[in-house]
């Protein structure tokens, strides 16, 4: 099992960390990817190491795909090819677990519609209007698609990850 963990600089510090600690903790190999490798650094000071940029990602070897929130999503949204790799893990029905501003991917990838899913307040209008169906809850499980709102809902968004890489 691999894992993957698009992110960028300026995310949710418990969004990123949470998930990446619960894969290893079960023993799935994850990777972090960002525009470029190095350090990106979190909302709240903690730094994350980049193993892979975006364009060197192929997704046919991640069976899981995680989208941390926090600000991160704004700038990952924009590259083309964090587009592509998010596209790759819905063409093909694989997991993909997004939290708080983690959904602005899924939006601009344009896989949000017609989907099961709830976010961040603040985001909560442009998931409806890219055709999703928003639900107010802790976490949101639609097929493949594991969503979550906040660092508060943490311990739920952890739970279904887990029961999705079990599977």
Not at 77 to 85: G, M, N, P, T
Not at 114 to 124: D, E, L, N, P
């Amino acid at each position: 099992m691999k894992a993957l963990i698009l992110s960028a600089d300026n995310f949710e510090d418990l969004e990123l960390f949470y998930p990446l600690n619960r894969f290893k903790e079960a023993g799935v190999d994850v990777k972090i990817a960002s525009m470029e490798k190095g350090i990106i650094t979190g909302k709240h000071g903690y730094p994350a190491n980049v193993d892979l940029t975006f364009n060197d990602v192929n997704p046919e070897d991640y069976d899981i795909l995680v989208i941390s929130g926090g600000k991160a999503p704004e700038k990952v949204r924009l590259d083309e090819k964090a587009l592509e790799i998010t596209k790759h893990f819905f063409d093909r029905n694989k997991p993909v677990a997004a939290i708080c501003h983690g959904v602005q991917v899924l939006i601009s990838a344009g896989v949000a519609k017609g989907r099961k899913a709830t976010c961040y307040i603040g985001v909560r209008d442009d998931l409806k209007v890219a055709g999703a169906d928003y639900e107010d809850n802790e976490v949101v499980v639609d097929g493949n698609l594991i969503t979550s709102r906040n660092p508060n809902d943490l311990y739920a968004f952890g739970r279904e990850i887990v029961k999705m890489i079990k599977k």
